[in-house]
């Protein structure tokens, strides 16, 4: 009977299986902007251009409307200037140089960032609440 050669690869880790996991499961590419404030020469003023800080792969996480638990949430959704608001979470790998300051752009779409939530078993992620305002359809 045949053997088949031993393999020279070392065994997995258990923290490169979980990141395969997600790999396998972040199917959307976002870009992290930061905001950078200079002095307008002209008239003094600050002027604000949003700059890329990273772009990563994330899983996108939708929040349903139908989750919503009580009125005054289901209220945030539609206000009287006709504009809805979506919710949504993105998972990435933990990064420090992230916070509520900055923005997420999504396939062209500009999310702000509301919240941050460290994940994971050895709190390896990061899950970044965000919300998008827009006109109701």
Same mark, same amino acid.
């Given at each position: 009977? $045949?053997?088949?050669?031993?393999?020279?690869?070392?065994?997995?880790?258990?923290? @490169?299986?979980?990141?395969?996991?997600?790999?396998? /499961?972040?199917? *959307?590419?976002?870009?992290?902007? !930061?905001?950078?404030?200079?002095? #307008? #020469?002209?008239?003094?003023?600050? +002027?604000? !251009?949003?700059? @890329?800080?990273?772009?990563?792969?994330?899983?996108? &996480?939708?929040?349903?409307?139908?989750?919503?638990? *009580? %009125?005054?949430?289901?209220?945030? $959704?539609? %206000?009287? !200037? &006709?504009?809805?608001?979506?919710? +949504?979470?993105?998972?990435?790998? $933990? /990064? @420090? %140089?992230?916070?509520?300051?900055?923005?997420?752009?999504?396939?062209? /779409? @500009?999310?702000?960032?509301?919240?941050?939530? /460290? *994940?994971? &078993?050895?709190?390896?992620?990061?899950?970044?609440?965000?919300?998008? $305002?827009?006109?109701? %359809?």
């Amino acid at each position: 009977m $045949y053997k088949y050669p031993k393999s020279n690869k070392a065994p997995q880790k258990e923290w @490169e299986r979980k990141h395969v996991k997600f790999a396998s /499961r972040a199917n *959307t590419r976002i870009i992290i902007r !930061t905001v950078k404030r200079t002095i #307008d #020469d002209t008239y003094g003023g600050e +002027v604000e !251009t949003w700059i @890329e800080l990273a772009t990563v792969w994330a899983i996108k &996480e939708l929040l349903p409307k139908e989750s919503l638990q *009580t %009125d005054l949430q289901r209220e945030l $959704y539609l %206000d009287e !200037t &006709e504009q809805s608001k979506e919710v +949504v979470y993105f998972i990435i790998q $933990y /990064r @420090e %140089d992230i916070n509520n300051s900055h923005r997420i752009v999504e396939k062209g /779409r @500009e999310w702000n960032i509301v919240g941050l939530q /460290r *994940t994971g &078993e050895n709190n390896n992620w990061l899950r970044v609440q965000c919300e998008y $305002y827009g006109t109701a %359809d």
